[in-house]
């Protein structure tokens, strides 16, 4: 069974760094390029990125270029999104899906994980 | 970057009925790679639609998409309670972003 576990929610202040993670399963991590999606509190799904953890392979949406940083680490089949500097407008849900097709870095999103909730506040 | 504009914002109708939604794109997205999604309040998004067309693994085909070029419907036959949910539409054809409509909340009349 195909699986992608977030980390648990976080509470940070502006400025904090911060780093969440996507564990995948069931699946051969390497083959498929992970997403990540933001929601902001009762907005729409905004793309950030997708990294192909097979060769670390990774695309950015300006909006978010230079404003996070999207990793992975095949060894234990697990991506990352990190903040060195968290604001407010930070607050959001994010969630990280799959790729429907192995290998094709241009698809819709057929496995997700459950979100991980990041809040900023002083 | 193809800005998606779904229509309407809200739609308000009875189980039983057909919904109709609405994805238009500012350009051509490249061959049909046009996909919708269902979300409930507190769950991640759900593909339904992928290619334009093909129900995604598990869609129960009451579920149809259609459209290409620049425009592109959702219709859900036969409404059921489970149904009413915010819908999303998500172009994937063209180099990053990829982009998202705003969705369309379609609520139990």
């Known amino acids: 069974e195909v699986q992608l576990v977030q980390s648990g929610a976080e509470v940070k202040k502006p400025g904090e760094s911060l780093k969440i993670s996507c564990k995948g399963s069931g699946y051969s991590f390497t083959s498929y390029w992970i997403g990540w999606v933001r929601q902001m509190p009762g907005k729409g799904l905004e793309w950030m990125g997708i990294?192909?953890?097979?060769?670390?392979?990774?695309r950015y949406s300006p909006s978010f270029q230079g404003q996070v940083t999207i990793s992975a680490d095949k060894s234990i089949s697990t991506a990352y999104l990190q903040w060195s500097s968290l604001k407010a407008s930070d607050t959001a849900m994010y969630y990280c899906?799959?790729?429907?097709?192995?290998?094709?870095?241009?698809?819709?999103?057929?496995?997700w994980g459950q979100g991980t909730l990041v809040t900023v506040s002083s | 970057e193809i800005v998606l504009t779904q229509s309407p914002g809200t739609l308000s109708l009875s189980p039983g009925e057909r919904a109709t939604l609405s994805c238009r794109a500012s350009?051509?997205?490249?061959?049909?790679?046009l996909a919708w999604y269902q979300q409930k309040p507190g769950q991640a998004p759900r593909l339904l639609i992928y290619g334009a067309s093909s129900r995604a693994t598990g869609i129960p085909d009451r579920f149809s998409g259609s459209g290409s070029g620049t425009d592109f419907t959702l219709t859900i036959s036969r409404l059921e309670p489970e149904d009413f949910a915010v819908y999303y539409c998500q172009q994937y054809g063209s180099s990053p972003p990829i982009t998202f409509g705003q969705g369309t909340r379609l609520e139990i009349k």
């Open positions: 899906a799959r790729h429907r097709t192995p290998y094709s870095g241009y698809d819709n999103f057929d496995y």
């Open positions: 350009q051509s997205v490249r061959s049909s790679h």
């Open positions: 990294i192909y953890p097979g060769d670390s392979d990774t």
